[in-house]
Structures are given as structure tokens and as C-alpha cells.
């Protein structure tokens, strides 16, 4: 049975601070007093917040409504436990549409930075973020075929698909999980997503839902 495919929300994501080239200096903000002769042991940490990646989290319901010409309700049925579908997350300006989500492409080592768009280079670039060597997906087969998915270091399911035009466009795409744990502690959440642009700047992300028929039933 096709899964039923529907567009969900859009959100802008605004870092407040530019993108960080490769060779930009950072303040360690560490110092040391030293005196001719010594010689002294000096880690230097550099942490800083990535400029590529923003994550989302929340919930996901699900209705069917029976409704006249009019949108007059006449019956209404909603979804009791929606593990196993999917929320998409793309970006806006790259025109992806439900029905590119609807055939996806999977992603693996030798395509995974020629997707549109993603940050190729740094500690937190596309290729360092999933895993394109052991692929995987969805336990209940949404997008039905194995690709890229997130380091095992997290605590939520997240794989990476391109759409099945010539653009090449990334496609994020976490699994749900009814009332799982969030990374706050949150015990009533459904999905955690992971999205990312090599300049995500004031960027609009569109998501988009897949939602199993036992979800509806």
C-alpha cells in the first residue's frame, strides 16, 4: 500500500553569524605566564558552534478527514502510534517538491558531497556527519532503499537521500519514533532531524511527512 505523502510546516533558520572559512583564526581563550628558561605544557582546546548544521525536533499527528466539496467535515480519523514514518527536511530554495521525495535516490561515499549545496570541508562537513560506507534505512522501509545514514554517536535515526532528479538535492529525512526521548530529556517527542547547507543563513527548510497506513488505521 503507497504511503500517504504530505507537506508539513516550513521553518527559517537564522545562525546569526557568518559561515567560517577554512582558514580563519579562533580565540582559544586560553593564556599561560611563562619566564625565560621555562618550558611548559599547553593543550589548546578551540571549540566553537557549527555553522552548517541546525536540528529539529517535535511532533507528528496524523488525520484522515471525509469532507464535502465545501470542506464541510463529516468524519474525521486520527493516527494513534506513527513510529516507523518519516519526516522529510529539505531546502526551500532548491525547489524540491513531494513528488521528488516520492523516488528518492540513495547516497553513498562516491556521491555523498556531490549533493547540492552541503558543507564539504571541516570537522563538520556532510561526509564526517553520516555514514556513507555502511548504509542503511528506515526499519519500516519508507524510502525502501539502503543510503547514508547518521554516526552511530546519535541517538536518534536520521539517513540522507538525494531526489530523483538531475539537481541532486539533499533530502533529510529522520525516522519516527512515538514518544521517544529528545535530547533535552523531552519524553514526549516523535522525530529529531538533522538538516544542513554549506551556508545555512537565513534559510527556509521545508518538511514534508510519510505516514505508514497502520498510522492511519
Same mark, same amino acid.
Given at each position: ?14 545562525? !546569526?553569524?557568518? @559561515?567560517?572559512?577554512? =582558514? ?18 599547553? /593543550? ?7 555553522? &552548517? ?6 511532533? $507528528? ?20 502510534? $506513527? ?8 531546502? +526551500?530554495? &532548491? ?10 535516490? =540513495? ?19 556532510? %561526509? ?12 519500516? /522501509?519508507?524510502? !525502501? ?8 554517536? %546519535?541517538?536518534? @535515526?536520521?539517513? $540522507?537521500? @538525494? ?10 529525512? @529522520? ?6 526521548? +529528545? ?12 538538516? !544542513? *547547507? ?5 534559510? *527556509? ?9 497502520? %498510522?492511519? %488505521?
Amino acid at each position: 500500500m503507497k504511503k500517504a505523502l504530505v507537506a508539513v510546516t516550513a521553518f527559517f533558520v537564522a545562525l !546569526g553569524f557568518a @559561515a567560517m572559512g577554512a =582558514a580563519q583564526v579562533q580565540d582559544a581563550e586560553q593564556s599561560n605566564e611563562v619566564t625565560g628558561g621555562d618550558v611548559v605544557e599547553q /593543550d589548546v582546546d578551540v571549540d566553537r558552534e557549527t555553522a &552548517h548544521w541546525a536540528g529539529f525536533f517535535g511532533n $507528528l499527528d496524523s488525520t484522515v478527514t471525509l469532507s464535502d466539496d465545501e470542506d464541510n467535515l463529516f468524519y474525521e480519523w486520527t493516527g494513534e502510534d $506513527l513510529a516507523g514514518s518519516a519526516v522529510y527536511g529539505v531546502v +526551500s530554495e &532548491h525547489g524540491v517538491e513531494s513528488e521528488d521525495i516520492d523516488s528518492v535516490e =540513495a547516497v553513498d561515499s562516491e556521491s555523498i558531497e556531490d549533493l547540492e549545496g552541503v558543507p564539504t570541508e571541516g570537522v563538520d562537513s556532510i %561526509a564526517n556527519t553520516y555514514d556513507a560506507d555502511e548504509l542503511d534505512q528506515p526499519e519500516d /522501509d519508507v524510502a !525502501g532503499a539502503d543510503t547514508a545514514n547518521l554516526e552511530t554517536e %546519535a541517538e536518534f @535515526a536520521n539517513f $540522507l537521500y @538525494a531526489d530523483n532528479d538531475t539537481d541532486n538535492n539533499p533530502i533529510f529525512t @529522520a525516522e519516527t519514533e512515538d514518544q521517544s526521548v +529528545s535530547y533535552d530529556g523531552d519524553t514526549e517527542v516523535d522525530f529529531k532531524l538533522m538538516a !544542513g *547547507q554549506e551556508d545555512l543563513d537565513d534559510e *527556509q527548510i521545508d518538511f514534508y511527512a510519510e505516514i505508514t497506513p497502520e %498510522a492511519t %488505521a
